[in-house]
């Protein structure tokens, strides 16, 4: 059960928080009250449904969704066993290289990710590898921009939840592969700013294989009643640790089979 009252208060804190760019206090002391962690999930999750809900009335876009808490080791500091997801909307994708203001975030991080893009919905109440690989179009190199709305980034799973899985921006790059060309549980990825590199890791890092992740988004938005549908863009979860972004500048992710993509930063 989750109390309406409160998710509307606290989707109503979030909205503002980022509107004003403007950090606030951890939400999970006001979601975790002796509750069940079914009934905190649920009420995360209603959290972050209500603003998603308010942005389609107010004419944006869902273009896919976002794969967040793929590291096992991430899952095991915040304290659960499964990863979590956000929406992603048109108003927060840009092209590669195309400038992203910073003035417009709060504290942000960047991650490198492959992103799938499905040419088939995905409808089975329970996927598999294959249903994935059969329903992708292609994949490309992408950067997650997250930034949390809470302060310090001081977040648990809840927090993260209802906060649109701390998703902001997303840059995807310009050469589509069909996944048949790629391996994706051994693709090397490099994350580097100006020619240092930051970050390092590689497929296997995200649940194994990105497409473990897949299958489970998959699988949980269809339990939802909102299955992924053709055009969707997935972006599976990070290769790597991700990067705080504290001043302008380009960060470019080099895919092993994917190539590169940039993220650049002004002032």
């Known amino acids: 059960m989750t109390d309406p009252k409160l998710v509307a208060a606290l989707a109503a804190r979030l909205r503002e928080a980022e509107a004003s760019r403007e950090t606030i206090e951890p939400v999970r002391g006001e979601i975790v009250k ?13 959290v972050q449904q209500a603003n998603v809900d308010l942005r389609v009335a107010n004419g ?38 195309e400038p992203i203001p ?9 991650e490198a990710e492959i992103a799938l893009v499905l040419e088939r919905d995905l ?16 994949a490309l190199a992408a950067i997650e921009v997250v930034d949390s709305r809470i302060q310090n980034w001081d977040i648990r799973f809840v927090d993260t939840v209802a906060d649109n899985a701390s998703s902001a921006r997303f840059v995807v790059g310009s050469r589509p ?24 890791g590689n497929g296997a890092a995200c649940l194994g ?31 790597g640790p991700m990067v705080a972004v504290k001043e302008p500048g ?8 994917l190539g590169t993509v940039r993220a650049t930063f002004t002032a």
């Open 34 to 46: 002796g509750g069940v962690p079914l009934d905190d999930m649920a009420t995360a999750y209603a």
């Open 60 to 97: 944006e876009r869902i273009v896919g969704r976002k794969i967040g808490l793929t590291s096992l080791a991430v899952q095991k500091q915040l304290g659960v066993d499964q990863p979590d997801f956000g929406a992603l909307f048109a108003s927060m994708a840009y092209g590669d290289g």
């Open 102 to 110: 910073l003035s417009q975030l709060i504290q942000p991080k960047v």
């Open 123 to 138: 409808t089975r109440e329970k996927h598999t590898f294959v249903d994935i690989l059969n329903a992708t179009a292609y």
């Open 177 to 200: 592969v069909p996944l048949s060309q790629l391996d994706l549980s051994a693709c090397a990825m490099e994350l580097s700013r100006d020619g240092d590199v930051l970050s390092r």
């Open 209 to 239: 294989n990105p497409l473990n992740a897949a299958v489970w988004l998959a699988d949980r938005m269809v339990q939802l009643g909102t299955p992924l549908r053709a055009g969707d863009v997935v972006l599976t979860g990070a290769l």
């Open 250 to 257: 380009t960060y470019t992710a080099l895919i092993e089979g």
